[in-house]
């Protein structure tokens, strides 16, 4: 699909919930696009949420608004275990998909949505949001070209107490919980992004009754030469920043990394040494408006204008390897997903 620039790009939304709310209420900051109609299980529902966020239409099934022919793509923020199949019929349907993390939850079914995309020539992308931050853009690329040296070691952890309740999209199984699923793919796939492609790891995992994960640690070995420590919990709290050391700085990212609006850089030179005296900080601030849905939104926006089926930000290559990293990591762990 490619939509001109002087046409407003229709989006839909699957699911009423709470962080379909928040990708709403970040669509005023986003020019040449407006949210058409949003579809809930429960009209009322759709109702509510549409005057909330001042959407023009809504609909009491996903069918209803998939099938409808005025708009151009769909964000799926629907629990886990629906992604693969609303992702499919939107892709039959002809609609262009954005769908929130996870993307699946079987690599499998990935590897086939893409192919179904490709084949369709509709653009889809997961919706790991983090790559699409202006800070995390520029640490990637100051890492890419060199300018701060070559990654060597990297801590990221996003541990917090999630609700506990047992039926909820954390806890329950048959919804696709678990801290791995909820958080952990977070610092996997930025390490991934920032020190290169995963190539060995080791996990542990500690898991409720039901074989959902609770607390997943990751020790990883990156293509690179670099290593990283990568933890998440949703019983537990962390401090929940990324640590990226090169052989001459130090990146700080602090709480919440996966939506920055600042790192510190502290550049050692060639200091050596546990106290190195030399030592100069750069800081990167780029706060932003609203929750910080727009940038991903943006760039959804410029790659269907740009006739693209995939982001260049984060490939259906990449999308797979993220996915096949998930599926490994539960097979070494023993967490059951539906
Ligand atoms: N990017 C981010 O920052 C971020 C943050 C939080 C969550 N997420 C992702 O967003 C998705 C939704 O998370 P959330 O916190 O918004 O969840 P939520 O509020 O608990 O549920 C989202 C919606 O899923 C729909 N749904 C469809 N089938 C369902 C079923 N069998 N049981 C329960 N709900 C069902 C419901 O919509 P209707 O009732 O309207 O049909 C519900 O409101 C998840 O995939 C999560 O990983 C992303």
């Known amino acids: 699909m490619n939509i001109q620039n002087s046409q407003s790009i229709r989006w839909g939304i699957l699911g009423a919930g709470r962080n379909s709310g928040k990708f709403a209420s970040d669509f005023p900051l986003v020019p040449g696009c407006e949210l058409y109609g949003i579809a809930s299980r429960q009209l009322s529902k759709a109702q509510q949420f549409a005057q909330e966020y001042r959407i023009s239409h809504s609909y009491g099934s996903y069918k209803e608004l998939i099938s409808h022919p005025e708009i151009d793509i769909i964000y799926i923020g629907t629990v886990n275990h629906t992604h693969y199949e609303l992702t499919r019929e939107s892709l039959l349907a002809g609609k262009s998909v954005l769908c929130e993390k996870p993307f699946t939850l079987h690599a499998e079914q990935t590897r086939e949505l893409i192919e179904l995309a490709r084949s369709k020539k509709l653009f889809l992308l997961c919706g790991i949001w983090s790559r699409f931050f202006p800070v995390i853009r520029q640490i ?125 850089i502290h550049h050692y030179g060639e200091s050596v040494g546990s106290s190195p005296e030399k030592e100069r900080i750069e800081t990167i601030d780029q706060p932003y408006p609203g929750k910080g849905f727009h940038f991903e939104i943006a760039h959804v926006n410029q790659c269907l204008r740009d006739g693209l089926i995939e982001s260049p930000l984060l490939t259906h290559n990449e999308m797979l390897k993220i996915d096949l990293l998930l599926d490994q990591i539960r097979l070494k762990t023993g967490i059951v997903t539906p």
Request: aromatic letters at 8%; proline letters at 6%.
């Open 140 to 264: 990637a690329q100051g890492l890419q070209n060199g300018i701060y040296g070559t990654p060597l070691l990297a801590q990221m952890d996003f541990c917090f107490k999630g609700n506990n309740n047992p039926q909820g999209r954390l806890l329950n199984p048959a919804l696709g919980g678990g801290a791995l699923a909820d958080v952990g793919i977070y610092p996997l796939s930025i390490a991934q992004f920032l020190l290169g492609e995963i190539i060995d790891f080791s996990a542990s995992a500690i898991l409720s009754p039901e074989k959902i994960d609770l607390r997943v640690i990751i020790n990883a070995r990156h293509k690179s030469g670099a290593i990283s420590a990568l933890s998440a919990a949703i019983d537990t709290f962390s401090s929940r920043e990324a640590s990226i050391s090169t052989d001459n700085v130090r990146i700080l990212i602090p709480c919440p990394f996966w939506k920055a609006s600042s790192a510190i």
